[in-house]
T-cell receptor
Framework: AQSVTQPDIHITVSEGASLELRCNYSYGATPYLFWYVQSPGQGLQLLLKYFSGDTLVQGIKGFEAEFKRSQSSFNLRKPSVHWSDAAEYFCAVGAETGANNLFFGTGTRLTVIP | DAGVTQSPTHLIKTRGQQVTLRCSPKSGHDTVSWYQQALGQGPQFIFQYYEEEERQRGNFPDRFSGHQFPNYSSELNVNALLLGDSALYLC????????????FGPGTRLTVT
């Protein structure tokens, strides 16, 4: 069965520093993978998605993620973090069968220090 | 172009009561999914509606039910509320042809006392 693990509950980085958020998935075939961001009290905004093809995908707000099948990972990166990036980040994988619903990880909370 | 909208924003109910949450999908979308996000957790899939029928259901009891209208909007109903039903309820819309790309609304915060 599909599942997603986000090993880091909380990460703190300084503004301007680089960022990497980890995501590991469990899936039988080629997965559909997503990263969403959630600001306090808000819904989820799609940052980027991977369906197939190039394993390095670019998203909005300067984020990118790399799909590594051998490591079952889909880590999110940003070269220089801005204070406005402070939020909760969720990795998700599409369901293997049935409807096109998503399975989410438990999220990583990002704090940005000035 | 309006995105996904949900109402109400916040709701407070008492144990045992019933609640109805509403969702209007993004323009051009015909599929609505509902998710429950408990505090400190990721969203969990409740069910999905397409062509006015429940197409898929997650691991939620029958107290959770829904409906989709001809204009693609949707309702989530929860009966016999429990304290554990307190959560942010998110609606997501997508196209019906197997699209995994879902657009989320701002959510309804339900508090059960």
């Amino acid at each position: 069965a599909q599942s997603v693990t986000q090993p880091d509950i909380h990460i703190t980085v300084s503004e301007g520093a680089s960022l990497e958020l980890r995501c590991n998935y469990s899936y039988g075939a080629t997965p559909y993978l997503f990263w969403y961001v959630q600001s306090p009290g808000q819904g989820l905004q799609l940052l980027l998605k991977y369906f197939s093809g190039d394993t390095l995908v670019q998203g909005i707000k300067g984020f990118e993620a790399e799909f590594k099948r051998s490591q079952s990972s889909f880590n999110l990166r940003k070269p220089s973090v801005h204070w406005s990036d402070a939020a909760e980040y969720f990795c998700a994988v599409g369901a293997e069968t049935g409807a096109n619903n998503l399975f989410f990880g438990t999220g990583t909370r990002l704090t940005v220090i000035p | 172009d309006a995105g996904v909208t949900q109402s109400p924003t916040h709701l407070i109910k008492t144990r045992g009561q019933q609640v109805t949450l509403r969702c209007s999908p993004k323009s051009g979308h015909d599929t609505v999914s509902w998710y429950q996000q408990a505090l400190g957790q990721g969203p969990q899939f409740i069910f999905q509606y397409y062509e006015e029928e429940e197409r898929q259901r997650g691991n939620f009891p029958d107290r959770f039910s829904g409906h989709q209208f001809p204009n693609y909007s949707s309702e989530l109903n929860v009966n016999a509320l429990l304290l554990g039903d307190s959560a942010l309820y998110l609606c997501a819309s997508s196209t019906g042809q197997g699209s995994y790309e879902q657009y989320f609304g701002p959510g309804t915060r339900l508090t059960v006392t």
